[in-house]
């Protein structure tokens, strides 16, 4: 399965950013799938996680009430809605496909990762 992450881009802080994962070369209807960051000089970290079925999701405490991860295996794409955008979410967004099925944020758990879409946050 190959991924590619799109979306991304400058925002003011307070805007939004909707990003978008698309798969190829095999579905990802039977997988989790989860998004990630990393910031220049830190580890990547969890950001959120939605299940095969779309009907558990999981996040990052910083992402609570601000980020809305979502999937559409019809599409065999999936979506991080990003609002009220600050500085420190400045980084590199990556999804993956989890083989646990749940949404893991346990970065051991993914198995295929995306090159990642810049996301840029100015005060």
């Known amino acids: 399965v190959q991924l590619v992450e799109s979306g991304g881009g400058l925002v003011q802080a307070g805007g939004s950013l909707r990003l978008s994962c698309a798969a190829s070369?095999?579905?990802?209807?039977?997988?989790?799938m989860g998004w990630f960051r990393q910031a220049p000089g830190k580890e990547r970290e969890f950001v959120q996680g939605?299940?095969?079925?779309?009907?558990?999701?999981y996040y990052a405490d910083f992402a609570k009430g601000r980020f809305t991860i979502s999937r559409d295996n019809a599409k065999n794409t999936v979506y991080l809605q990003m609002n009220s955008l600050r500085p420190e979410d400045t980084a590199v967004y990556y999804c993956?496909?989890?083989?646990?099925?749940?949404?893991?944020?346990?970065?051991?758990?993914?198995?295929?990762w995306g090159q990642g879409t810049q996301v840029t946050v100015s005060s």
């Open positions: 939605i299940s095969w079925s779309g009907g558990y999701t």
């Open positions: 993956a496909v989890d083989g646990t099925g749940r949404g893991s944020r346990l970065r051991y758990d993914y198995k295929y």
């Open positions: 070369g095999g579905t990802i209807r039977n997988y989790g």
